[in-house]
Nanobody
Framework: QVQLQESGPGLVKPSQTLSLTCTVS??????????WSWIRQSPGKGLQWIGY???????IYSPSLKSRTSISRDTSKNQFTLQLTAVTPEDTAVYYC?????????????WGQGTQVTVSS
């Protein structure tokens, strides 16, 4: 069974870069037709998809966050990483990593438990 676990700092200062890692177990991130996403939920708001990295290493980002977002992977560690630059308090949220299997990258089969990130000086 595929399991995902987020890790990273819980507090980031404004203007700095938020960096989170998702470790995947029970399956390989390079398995065909798997898509690995980052999603967040800010206080009082719904889920916001940030972007994904595919099994082949290609990436797609949300247009609203594209200029500040980078998703990469380390296949040797079976991990993928989110970097969000120039953060503001508006980026405070619970961040989730998720995996989708099949033709729809937005139909998530697997979720991490989420990690709280607060942007504050």
């Amino acid at each position: 069974q595929v399991q995902l676990q987020e890790s990273g700092p819980g507090l980031v200062k404004p203007s700095q870069t938020l960096s989170l890692t998702c470790t995947v177990s029970g399956g390989s991130i390079t398995t065909n037709y798997y898509y690995w996403s980052w999603i967040r939920q800010s206080p009082g708001k719904g889920l916001q998809w940030i972007g994904y990295i595919s099994y082949s290493g290609s990436t797609i980002y949300s247009p609203s966050l594209k200029s500040r977002t980078s998703i990469s992977r380390d296949t040797s560690k079976n991990q993928f990483t989110l970097q969000l630059t120039a953060v503001t308090p508006e980026d405070t949220a619970v961040y989730y990593c998720a995996g989708a299997e099949g033709s729809d990258p937005g139909l998530f089969n697997y979720w991490g438990q989420g990690t709280q990130v607060t942007v504050s000086s």
